[in-house]
């Protein structure tokens, strides 16, 4: 089973609007982060926000907030007022505890959402 | 800070030969990690070490080695180069191994072995 789950490969969305790219993530650890990475067509890696497991509320920067639903096993990631930009790839990413149930110790990525800001 | 650098930025290969992507970080983190990322694809985990002198293999370490001397390079050889090695490759790195660290990403190297 896929550990990261993006359901959206790619969205269109008007300038200035709300921005909504879905994440469901799989593990049986109860510590965990959460990630959100933007890859604009430059290729570099930019890290967005970081939800950890046991935080009660949603992290937040600037316009990126998460909206974490552990119940649902969910961490979609909100833009808000999106700006020309915004338009890049945008990963979600899971690193579980170190060396639990055998696993690595790394990120785990999502096949990300190609987010497309038009004017 | 010059942060996470990697070298080179382009590599063209032919079938069968080696080489060394090199991987620096100035921040004093004792873990490293490699990535290669593939079309369509996210980012997956080649090797990764959470120390000097200690390295551990990710999700897809066949074809390459890693090693760790210092606590700033962490270099991935390819052995003998396929052409399904052709990938970015990111080095990145963090503080610690904790699951609440996040990781500092280079700026990649795009390998094509022909």
């Known amino acids: 089973a896929q550990k990261i789950t993006q359901t959206q490969p790619g969205m269109f969305v008007q300038e200035k609007e709300a921005v909504t790219l879905d994440c469901t993530y799989d593990t049986s650890d109860q510590s965990y982060g959460l990630f959100w990475y933007k890859q604009p067509s430059s290729g570099e890696m930019i890290f967005l926000i970081y939800?950890?497991?046991?935080?009660?509320q949603n992290a937040t920067e600037g316009r990126y907030s998460l909206n974490f639903q552990k119940a649902r096993k969910s961490a979609n990631l909100v833009i808000s007022a999106s700006q020309l930009g915004d338009s890049a790839m945008y990963f979600c990413a899971m690193r579980e505890a170190p060396y639990s149930g055998g696993g690595a110790d790394g990120l785990t990525f999502g096949k990300g959402t190609h987010l497309i800001i038009q004017p | 800070n010059a942060g996470v650098t990697q070298t080179p930025k382009f590599q063209v290969l032919k079938t069968g030969q080696s080489m060394t992507l090199q991987c620096a970080q100035d921040?004093?983190?004792?873990?490293m990690s490699w990535y290669r990322q593939d079309p369509g694809m996210g980012l997956r985990l080649i090797h990764y070490s959470v120390g000097a002198g200690i390295t551990d293999q990710g999700e897809v370490p066949n074809g390459y080695n890693v090693s760790r001397s210092t606590t700033e390079d962490f270099p991935l050889r390819l052995l003998s180069a396929a052409p399904s090695q052709t990938s970015v490759y990111f080095c990145?790195?963090?503080?610690?191994?904790?699951?609440?660290?996040?990781?500092?990403f280079g700026p990649g190297t795009r390998l094509t072995v022909t």
């Open positions: 921040m004093n983190h004792e873990y």
């Open positions: 990145a790195s963090s503080y610690g191994s904790s699951a609440g660290y996040e990781q500092y």
């Open positions: 939800q950890g497991s046991y935080d009660e």
